[in-house]
């Protein structure tokens, strides 16, 4: 039997737990049975958190915190690597990624336990990095508020990145932080066809709100980066340029790309996906992509994986450089201010 392709949600099967000792095979027989195994309802789990701050010390990345209210997200991205996270949970990177939420109730609260250590040293935060911290569950929970709230209180730095327009709900916060240079918002647009948005992002922010966001954090003074990505030969590749002079019309002050890499799970989530969504491109698709990485979907090779190599890596290479040069010249966003942060954890500072 053919399987319905589901609307709503990114993934169109869960991939067996590789930490789990046996499989079954939970394929469905009719459409009913598929009704029920994929039903539209979330399931929010609370888990209780060690700690918030998790080290990156990848050299794509630079050294810096990462640090995310929630795992797993409702947004649905297909092509999400944080997919692959899912697993560590006992849950499949697949669907249960998008409809087993767990959060973190006490996240604001370890935070601040840990900001107080006499010997914690501060570098910059992202928040979210592996999932989106302003996914719908943000509204019900409002756990990125709260921990927006003890950075303030700590006159702590810290990046966001997110595709949803419910950033703008902390507004007060943002502007009030910006003007103290301890926020950055990057905000992630990966295509400008609002039907392609909905097939590779099916819970996230529309086109013409993500681009509106952009303008209303710029006007409100607060330094917005753009991470056009991922690009995905075949797909979104050619839409870069026009992509980049979108938003630095609405205000954005810089911009980022990465080519997608289907690394794990992903790999067979999206190839599932893109042959129902897309049959007559997959193939087209999959072999670009590949293009990009050696000859696979996947690269986890520092200094490559992000940018990819060969042929079309180079050419979309070459149009982020000519974005830049058209539309960023002029532009820029100043560094973060760590002084703050330091003198309010030691006041001895304020001596000298």
């Given at each position: 039997m053919k399987e319905p392709f589901r609307k709503g949600r990114g993934a169109q099967i869960n991939t067996p737990n590789p930490y789990h000792e046996h499989h079954s095979d939970e394929s469905p027989e009719t459409p009913d049975d598929w009704e029920d195994l994929y039903e539209l309802r979330t399931e929010f789990i609370e888990v209780h958190p060690k700690t918030m701050l998790n080290k990156v010390d990848s050299p794509d990345i630079g050294l810096c915190y990462s640090m995310n209210p929630y795992q797993g997200c409702e947004h649905g991205c297909v092509y999400c690597y944080a997919r692959n996270t899912h697993t560590y949970w006992g849950y499949s990177a697949g669907v249960d990624f998008e409809q087993k939420i767990l959060i973190k109730k006490a996240a604001a609260a370890v935070l601040d336990a840990e900001l107080r250590k006499p010997k914690y040293e501060p570098l910059p935060i992202m928040l979210a990095g592996n999932t989106d911290?302003?996914?719908?569950?943000?509204?019900?929970?409002?756990?990125?508020?709260?921990?927006?709230?003890?950075?303030?209180?700590?006159?702590?730095?810290?990046?966001?990145?997110?595709?949803?327009?419910?950033?703008?709900?902390?507004?007060?916060?943002?502007?009030?932080?910006?003007?103290?240079?301890?926020?950055?918002?990057?905000?992630?647009?990966?295509?400008?066809?609002?039907?392609?948005?909905?097939?590779?992002?099916?819970?996230?922010?529309?086109?013409?709100?993500?681009?509106?966001?952009?303008?209303?954090?710029?006007?409100?003074?607060?330094?917005?980066?753009?991470?056009?990505?991922?690009?995905?030969?075949?797909?979104?590749?050619?839409?870069?340029?026009?992509?980049?002079?979108?938003?630095?019309?609405?205000?954005?002050?810089?911009?980022?790309?990465?080519?997608?890499?289907?690394?794990?799970?992903?790999?067979?989530?999206?190839?599932?996906?893109?042959?129902?969504?897309?049959?007559?491109?997959?193939?087209?698709?999959?072999?670009?992509?590949?293009?990009?990485?050696?000859?696979?979907?996947?690269?986890?090779?520092?200094?490559?994986?992000?940018?990819?190599?060969?042929?079309?890596a180079d050419i979309i290479r070459q149009q982020y450089q000519l974005a830049k040069r058209l539309h960023f010249k002029e532009k820029s966003i100043e560094p973060y201010d760590f002084e703050l942060f330091k003198s309010l954890k030691n006041p001895q500072m304020k001596l000298f």
């Open positions: 911290c302003y996914q719908p569950a943000e509204r019900q929970f409002g756990i990125t508020r709260q921990i927006l709230e003890v950075l303030w209180k700590h006159k702590h730095p810290v990046g966001l990145i997110t595709k949803n327009s419910l950033v703008l709900r902390d507004l007060d916060l943002l502007r009030e932080m910006a003007a103290l240079r301890l926020v950055k918002v990057s905000i992630s647009v990966t295509t400008l066809n609002e039907e392609l948005r909905r097939f590779l992002e099916p819970r996230t922010a529309s086109v013409n709100s993500r681009l509106h966001t952009v303008e209303t954090l710029a006007a409100a003074g607060i330094p917005v980066n753009v991470m056009l990505a991922p690009i995905i030969p075949g797909l979104n590749d050619h839409e870069l340029l026009d992509m980049a002079e979108q938003v630095s019309k609405r205000g954005a002050s810089s911009i980022g790309y990465q080519i997608v890499r289907l690394n794990g799970d992903v790999a067979a989530i999206f190839e599932d996906w893109i042959r129902k969504a897309m049959p007559d491109r997959a193939d087209r698709v999959l072999n670009r992509i590949r293009d990009c990485h050696g000859g696979n979907l996947n690269d986890s090779r520092f200094g490559t994986r992000m940018k990819g190599e060969g042929n079309i």
